[in-house]
C-alpha cells in the first residue's frame, strides 16, 4: 500500500510540470525541464523553495520574472490545479503507482550526478524504489535482432543474475525486452525505463510477478499514460545510462535509430559512464563505428564468474564526477510503506554544501482537495 504524502515542494513540481493525463497542448501548457530550470534558478536567487510559491511571498517573485514564457499568469494557473492533482493522484496510487520529484531526498542521486541540469523534475514509478539507487549494467540495442543476439543478451543478463549486478534497459521490442526478461527469469534484477505507456506495463504479465517481489521496479518521465512518442523515445536513453555503472551495447545500427544515438550522446557528453559494445559473433557495423568513436570491447566469454570485477576495473579507470549535484535537494516524501524513515536516509546521503535549508512541513491530498483548500494545507513558513 502507498502513501500519497507529498511535500510541498513536491506538489508544487507535479503543478507546474506534470500533464495529469491530458494533452500537454492543453493550456496553461505545463513547464519543459529547461523552463522548470530556469525557474528553479531564479527560486534559488531569491532563497526560495519550490514550495514557497504557495504563498503569498513566492506568488510576490513570479511577478518579477523577466522570463516571456514564464510569465505571471501561466504559472499562477499552473499552480490552481490543486484539484486535478488530487484527483490525479489518487488513480495514480490506486494502481500501484509512486511519484518521485527533483525535491525528494531519496531521488536517483546518479541521475543529479550524471546528468545534472538534464535531470527530469519527475519520476513515476512501480517496483521497488530502491533499485534505482543500485546502479548496474546497462544492456541495450536495437529493436531487430538475430537469434544469436537474443542468446547473447540472455547469457549476459543470467551472468549478471548470478553475479549481483542489476540490469537496467529501455523495455522496447528487441534487445531491451530480451534483457529484462532473461536476468528476471534467472532471478536477478531490472530497472526498465519506459518512455511511453508505463501503467499499462505495470500491470502486463510477463512483469507482474518480478515487480509484487521486488525484482523489477519500471520507472518513466514521462505521463503514465503518454501513448508511443519518437522524441521520447529518444530522450529516455540519457536516463538508462545515467542510472547506470556501465554500459553493453549489444547491436547497433549505425548513423541511425535509438540505440546508436544514445550510445554516441554517452559516448560524447558523459564520458563517466563507460560503454561497451559486443564484439563477438556476427558484429553490426554500428558496433565497429562506436568502437571508433571510443566504446570498449565488451570482455569475451567465457566469464568464468569474474565479469563484475572486470566491469568494475573498467569502470575504476574511467574519469567520475563524484560532485556538482543539483542544488536542489530538498523535502523527502513517504514514496511507499516500504521506505522506512532510515531507509529515506540512508538515501539522501547528499553533501550539505551549497543545498538549501530543507522544509519539515508536508501534506497529505486526498481527491476532495480544492485548489483554495490546496493553498491553505501548505502552512509555508515564510523564511527558511
Not at 515542494?9 to 522548470?36: H, K, M
Not at 504563498?55 to 518579477?64: F, M, P
Not at 531490472?190 to 502486463?204: E, I, T
Request: charged share 25%; hydrophobic share 35%.
Amino acid at each position: 500500500m502507498l502513501n500519497h504524502v507529498l511535500s510541498p515542494d513536491a506538489q508544487v513540481i507535479l503543478l507546474l510540470c506534470a500533464s495529469f493525463g491530458q494533452n500537454r497542448n492543453i493550456q496553461p501548457q505545463p513547464l519543459t525541464l529547461s523552463e522548470y530550470n530556469r525557474l528553479a534558478k531564479v527560486l534559488i536567487e531569491n532563497q526560495l523553495r519550490p514550495g514557497d510559491l504557495l504563498s503569498a511571498k513566492g506568488l510576490n517573485i513570479l511577478t518579477k520574472i523577466n522570463d516571456e514564457k514564464l510569465n505571471y499568469e501561466r504559472l499562477v494557473a499552473l499552480l490552481e490545479r490543486g484539484g486535478i492533482l488530487a484527483i490525479t493522484l489518487e488513480k495514480w496510487v490506486n494502481q500501484g503507482l509512486w511519484i518521485i520529484t527533483r525535491s525528494d531526498k531519496n531521488y536517483p542521486i546518479k541521475l543529479k550526478r550524471n546528468l545534472q541540469h538534464l535531470a527530469p523534475a519527475i519520476i513515476y514509478g512501480v517496483g521497488n524504489v530502491e533499485l534505482l539507487e543500485k546502479g548496474g549494467l546497462a544492456i541495450v540495442g536495437s529493436r531487430d535482432i538475430n537469434e544469436e543476439e537474443i542468446e547473447y543478451t540472455k547469457r549476459v543478463g543470467k551472468v549478471c543474475a548470478s553475479q549481483g549486478i542489476n540490469v537496467i534497459s529501455g523495455g522496447a521490442k528487441g534487445i531491451d525486452k530480451e534483457a529484462m526478461l532473461g536476468t528476471l527469469e534467472a532471478g536477478g534484477t531490472v530497472v526498465g525505463v519506459f518512455a511511453d505507456s508505463l501503467n499499462k506495463a505495470s500491470v502486463s504479465k510477463k512483469y507482474r510477478d518480478s515487480i509484487r517481489d521486488g525484482k523489477l521496479t519500471l520507472i518513466s518521465t514521462y505521463d503514465p499514460n503518454a501513448g508511443f512518442n519518437v522524441g521520447n523515445a529518444m530522450g529516455r536513453n540519457k536516463y538508462i545510462y545515467a542510472l547506470s555503472d556501465y554500459a553493453l551495447v549489444v547491436s547497433s545500427s549505425l548513423n541511425k535509430g535509438g540505440t546508436w544515438a544514445g550510445a554516441t550522446e554517452v559516448l560524447k557528453k558523459y564520458q563517466k559512464i563507460p560503454v561497451f559494445v559486443k564484439v563477438e559473433g556476427k558484429v553490426k557495423e554500428g558496433n565497429q563505428a562506436l568502437l571508433d568513436r571510443g566504446g570498449k570491447s565488451f570482455p569475451r566469454e567465457p566469464w568464468n564468474g569474474n565479469l563484475k570485477e572486470l566491469l568494475s576495473v573498467s569502470k575504476s579507470q574511467s574519469n567520475l564526477l563524484e560532485n556538482n549535484l543539483l542544488p536542489e535537494s530538498e523535502t523527502p516524501v513517504n514514496i511507499s510503506a516500504k521506505t522506512t524513515q532510515s531507509e529515506s536516509k540512508t538515501q539522501s546521503n547528499l553533501p550539505e554544501k551549497n543545498l538549501l535549508t530543507e522544509l519539515e512541513n508536508s501534506v497529505n491530498i486526498s481527491p476532495k482537495t480544492t485548489p483554495s483548500k490546496f493553498k491553505s494545507q501548505s502552512n509555508l513558513p515564510e523564511n527558511n
